[in-house]
């Protein structure tokens, strides 16, 4: 796997996949009742995220599993 060189194909890409990874996130919350956080980054620093939930309430709940192990 290489990176895309054309600037343009590469956002098209960028946008197809992100849109697909959003909709897997969502699938996979609904279809095994977990809590699901994502966050991307697009190549121009634009903030993309998906929570099954409050995302602050699920980054205090990993947090606080991950203090107490």
Known sequence: ???IE???SRQVT?????NGLLKKAFELSVLCDVEVGLIVFSP???LY???SSSL???LSL???L????
Do not use: D
């Open 6 to 8: 054309n600037a343009a």
């Open 56 to 58: 602050s309430l699920s």
């Open 1 to 3: 796997m290489k990176r």
């Open 44 to 46: 121009r620093g634009k």
């Open 62 to 64: 990993s947090l606080s």
């Open 49 to 51: 995220e998906f929570s």
């Open 14 to 18: 960028f946008s197809k996949r992100r």
């Open 66 to 69: 991950c203090a107490s192990s």
